[in-house]
């Protein structure tokens, strides 16, 4: 049974920076493709980053040149890291192994992110 632990969320003034983690026991960080997704108010969960078992990283346009997606294999951790935040980052963030085969996805919990202008 895998699990998801998310941390390093808060409030932050817009241009400010913050760094999630995304802590996996149960699951190999880099045997998953492994993504961050976020969902604000009344809109849908987005596709934030994402990471493959090779390493190739993708972004969403909205945060390309700002947000840095990372893993640490020793630490069996995802990171997001982002800079120039804005008002519009303000959302939930989420960790999410994709499934790979007969083993399942898993969702965190969650982390909140709220930039102030």
């Known amino acids: 049974q895998g699990e998801l632990v998310e941390s390093g969320g808060g409030l932050v003034q817009a241009g400010g920076s913050l760094r999630l983690s995304c802590a996996a026991t149960g699951v190999i960080v880099n045997l998953r493709t492994m993504e961050w997704y976020r969902q604000a108010p009344g809109k849908q969960r987005e596709l934030v980053a994402s990471i493959s078992r090779e390493g190739d990283r993708n972004y969403a346009d909205s945060v390309k040149g700002r947000v840095t997606i990372s893993r640490d294999i020793g630490q069996n951790t995802v990171y997001l890291q982002m800079n120039s935040l804005k008002p519009e980052d303000t959302a939930v963030y989420y960790c999410?192994?994709?499934?790979?085969?007969?083993?399942?996805?898993?969702w965190g919990q969650g982390t909140q992110v709220t930039v102030s202008s």
């Open positions: 999410h192994a994709a499934q790979r085969g007969y083993q399942p996805e898993y």
